[in-house]
């Protein structure tokens, strides 16, 4: 892929130090390694020994790759893309999955982990050039769309990992809380106040049965439509749930009541970023948003992951591609695997928004539904997973035309039984 006419050049990010490798299309170091702070002057230095390594050499092209770990490698890929000093040369920037280079270096044999040999490695696996990640640029018009929608991402991340740990806490507060809830909700309104309220809930089971109803009917400010079979339920629960001793039931309620209110900072704050991202959505002009069930905020986090169509050509299988939504073939003489993992090479934030939104629209719209309702019956494992996962395909080419066209959504007429 690469000729000795290219300037390869591998670097380790840190966050205080970065550690890099020169070498040609050929595999030919240039240079001993490289030490530069993680900061524009360090960049702006390195920037200036790779021109005049390139014009020294004749080079045409530099290629420059990195792990995209955390955010070390974002901002030093901008600074160079911006770099007037590079801007004689094609300036190509690969960000490799941390996976990637993982399993990448178990064929170099037995290399021992240092800064110097991850330079090396990382420029190795440039080199070999199949597969490599899509150009990095900065697409500045997205970036601050993307900050949010991201977040975003690991609000909801931290909120379901805080939710199952609550739910661990909880089952210890009153184990059959879970096994035969009294609400169609745990973490409801109700709910939290039944659990904050009642550290053991034996008290729950000696509290007057119409004394129950009426503060449960509060609690619920007069909605339920049988407050006394909730009632019952919450005292069949407290009947049956083990008992803890005093102390401990006393330390297990603090931390119930703790993630409770964890889980509702949690709430607020998603609450909040979702209405920032639809107020940012006002410079996105879209037509996302006419396909049922995606509302602004799912639209955002496609689009701010997508970013410039132009660098997929236009073409719905590189997104599709990009965004990881395909299993790896396992295949060998007559046998092939039925059962294979979804390759997880692509964008994590675009999947997720992508088979977020497929949730959505197969709940909305007739087509995407018995598309969904095929996938999930044509096999016996992980239905609703691959299910969801295939219908995120399909709806990845209906972005990309909405996306290209800027045309609205029009839903597919069903055939005419007569007409056939």
């Not at 993982?102 to 040999?117: A, C, E, I, V, Y």
Request: proline share 5%; glycine share 4%.
């Amino acid at each position: 892929m690469f000729s000795t006419n290219d300037l390869l050049v591998g670097v380790d990010i840190h966050r205080r130090t970065n550690v890099v490798q020169v070498m040609n299309g050929a595999g030919r170091t240039l240079t001993s390694r490289l030490r530069v702070t993680n900061n524009r002057p360090g960049t702006a230095a390195l920037a200036n020994q790779l021109a005049e390594l390139a014009e020294a050499g004749g080079y045409d092209h530099i290629h420059v790759a990195a792990e995209a770990t955390g955010n070390y490698w974002l901002p030093f890929f901008c600074e160079l893309e911006r770099s007037p000093t590079l801007a004689d040369w094609p300036l190509s920037l690969y960000p490799f999955n941390p996976k990637i280079i993982h399993n990448f270096r178990k064929s170099l044999g037995d290399w021992d982990k240092t800064d110097d040999l991850d330079t090396a490695v990382i420029g190795e696996r440039l080199r070999f050039g199949r597969e490599l990640p899509y150009p990095f640029h900065m697409e500045e018009r997205y970036l601050p769309l993307r900050t949010l929608t991201r977040y975003r991402y690991h609000l909801v991340r931290e909120l379901v990992r805080v939710k199952s740990h609550t739910l661990a806490l909880i089952y210890l507060q009153a184990s059959e809380y879970t096994a035969q809830p009294a609400f169609s909700n745990i973490f409801s309104r109700t709910s939290q106040a039944v659990l904050k309220e009642f550290p053991s809930l034996e008290t729950v089971a000696a509290m007057p049965f119409d004394d129950l109803v009426e503060w449960l009917d509060i609690q619920g400010k007069r909605r339920f439509a049988q407050p006394e079979d909730n009632a019952r339920r919450l005292q069949r629960i407290a009947r049956d749930s083990y008992r803890l001793p005093d102390e401990w039931a006393t330390s297990v309620h603090t931390a119930v009541t703790l993630s409770l209110r964890h889980i509702t900072v949690l709430q607020q704050l998603l609450t909040r970023i979702d209405t920032a991202i639809a107020d940012q959505m006002d410079n996105y002009p879209n037509t996302l948003t006419t396909i049922p069930g995606i509302g602004p905020v799912f639209a955002a986090g496609i689009i701010a992951e997508i970013g410039n169509l132009a660098r997929f050509d236009y073409n719905q299988a590189k997104v599709a591609s990009y965004a990881g939504l395909k299993w790896s073939k396992h295949q060998s003489a007559e046998f092939t695997a039925e059962e294979t993992r979804l390759k997880r090479t692509g964008s994590r934030f675009l999947r997720y928004y992508l088979c977020e939104a497929a949730q959505l629209v197969r709940m909305h719209d007739a087509e995407y539904a018995a598309f969904y309702q095929k996938k999930y019956h044509e096999v016996r494992h992980h239905r609703h997973k691959r299910a969801i996962v295939l219908t995120a395909r399909k709806l990845v080419r209906l972005v990309v035309r909405l996306l290209t066209t800027n045309e609205p959504f029009r839903a597919r007429q069903a055939p005419n039984d007569e007409n056939g």
